[in-house]
């Protein structure tokens, strides 16, 4: 077997061995992207009803309180990325920290300083390459993140909103992360959480209601009792949800990169199969033109012996 041809089987053995990869880590993808969807479908419903339920409180009393009141002149934000800690998704994680990056642009043009939180390794390398500050961050847990991470997340954010500015609080409450639309979209966005936006948080009761008479309430023992208990569990919810929208839009972005990836593995072995026998061809020919030739000139030795 000729240099060339070897070399052509070589390739196209790791080649093939790279292609077995992608092919289970694409079907692995698919596995968890379902599981993490329906974690989604399943948690929607409760962060809508809390978010429909602080609406009520805040909209329902004249009650001033600090997770609701617009601050007149707002000068710090903060905002939570979320990442992935795991590559090999196209560009899941480049788009969400563009879509950060944009915000965080849109801020500072406000007078606004802003004081980031990330989830995931992938934000914090971008960050700590660039010796950019972080507040605080999480990671190991972004595959498939639970309650119980949303809510040590949670903690420090609602903490820094309850604090004076000047004592390092914050006015505002950003997150940033990737919504799943479908298997084939999702979508990098920034909402704020913090102050709630009356206006956008009714028109959400009211197409989650689809139409139904929200009931009048009475609050015990005060509204600014239940405004401190359910807005709370309102950020956990939304950062809950976030986290796995985030979490099945990476899947998602994962099983179509493998996919990705195992197609153009095997458009490389087709091509790499035809050149190989050609190659082969090429030392047939060559083998046959040596015997042809010699076979003459053995037929001419003996001629000329006679």
Do not use: C
């Amino acid at each position: 077997m000729g240099a060339t041809l070897r070399v052509y089987k070589r390739r196209i053995r790791s080649v093939t061995a790279t292609k077995k990869i992608t092919k289970a880590m694409e079907m692995i993808a698919a596995s968890r992207v379902v599981k993490a969807q329906r974690q989604v479908a399943a948690s929607t419903p409760y962060a809508s009803e809390l978010t429909r339920a602080v609406t009520a409180v805040a909209t329902g009393s004249n009650t001033q309180h600090a997770l609701t009141t617009e601050a007149e002149r707002p000068v710090r934000a903060a905002l939570l990325l979320i990442t992935s800690d795991r590559g090999l998704a196209g560009g899941y994680s480049s788009n969400v920290i563009k879509a950060a990056e944009q915000l965080t642009e849109r801020l500072k043009a406000e007078g606004k300083e802003v004081d980031v939180y990330i989830v995931g390794r992938k934000g914090v390398s971008y960050y700590s390459f660039r010796e950019r500050k972080v507040v605080e961050s999480w990671t190991g847990f972004t595959d498939s993140p639970t309650y119980a991470d949303a809510k040590a997340i949670a903690a420090p954010l609602i903490e820094a909103v309850q604090k004076d500015t000047a004592e390092g609080g914050v006015d505002e409450l950003h997150i940033v992360f990737t919504e799943f639309v479908s298997m084939m979209t999702q979508t990098a966005l920034d909402d704020r959480l913090l102050p709630l936006s009356l206006d956008k948080a009714a028109a959400e009761s009211a197409e989650s209601s689809k139409g139904e008479i929200l009931p009048l309430f009475e609050f015990e023992p005060s509204a600014e009792d239940v405004l401190d208990a359910l807005l709370p569990r309102y950020v956990e919810s939304r950062i809950y949800n976030a986290l796995l929208q985030a979490a099945a839009s990476k899947h998602a972005a994962t099983r179509r990169a493998m996919k990705s990836a195992t197609d153009n593995a095997e458009e490389l072995i087709k091509s790499l199969s035809r050149l190989a026998n050609a190659a082969r061809q090429a030392e047939i020919t060559q083998e046959i033109s040596e015997i042809v030739g010699g076979s003459a000139a053995l037929a001419d030795a003996t001629a000329g012996s006679d």
